[in-house]
């Protein structure tokens, strides 16, 4: 995987983990965790958008985030790490029991760069596999797949079209005014 510009240190890194943690035990107990932004050093306190996916063992856990830059990074991933835990609606909310097994992986975005669209061949053309998340939009509906799902999903049409679905569109829909976005992560886990 790419990585943004930030490039966080190896204790920034496990900082970061330890807030998507800390957020997630307080949604536990009922909580919500206070993140004092002004303790945390300079570049955690950059706004940037963050996805928090969670695993337990090799399943899919919850996975949420934010597209736009919103707020202060440690913000960001402790606001992410409780709702990927406990609001993401295809799960039921993580349990005690779970959380001692629980992996956590953070993905930092890199501003989104516009992508030509005219035709999907275009945007076939410049996507970039194991590197692209990628962002599509038309009309009310949206949707992206970070990075990540290269891994499941390695070919370009593949990965393209199945994001369609995920944004409510048919797998051969296409037209003018889709808006496709590319953007890179860093990776925390």
Same mark, same amino acid.
């Given at each position: 995987m790419?990585?943004?510009e930030a490039g966080y240190t190896p204790a920034q890194?496990?900082?970061?983990l330890a807030v998507a943690r800390a957020s997630i035990e307080a949604g536990l107990r009922g909580e919500r965790l206070a993140?004092?932004?002004a303790d945390y050093p300079p570049a955690l306190r950059e706004p940037h958008a963050t996805f928090v996916t969670l695993h337990v063992g090799t399943a899919?856990? #919850?996975c949420v985030g934010s597209l736009e830059t919103r707020r202060p990074l440690v913000e960001d991933v402790a606001h992410n790490?409780?709702?990927a835990a406990f609001e993401d609606t295809r799960f039921a909310p993580l349990t005690p029991v779970e959380f001692g097994r629980l992996q956590i992986h953070i993905s930092v975005l890199g501003a989104p760069e516009s992508l030509p669209s005219g035709s999907e061949a275009d945007v076939l053309r410049q996507l970039r596999p194991g590197v692209d998340g990628l962002i599509l939009e038309e009309g009310m509906h949206r #949707?992206?797949?970070l990075p990540a799902v290269w891994d499941e999903l390695p070919a370009p049409r593949d990965?393209?079209?199945q994001l369609k679905r995920k944004a409510g569109l048919p797998v051969e829909y296409w037209s003018r005014t889709i808006r496709v976005r590319r953007y890179t992560v860093e990776s925390i886990a």
């Open positions: 790419s990585s943004n890194r496990r900082e970061l993140v004092k932004t899919l856990r #919850g790490a409780r709702a #949707g992206t797949f990965f393209l079209r």
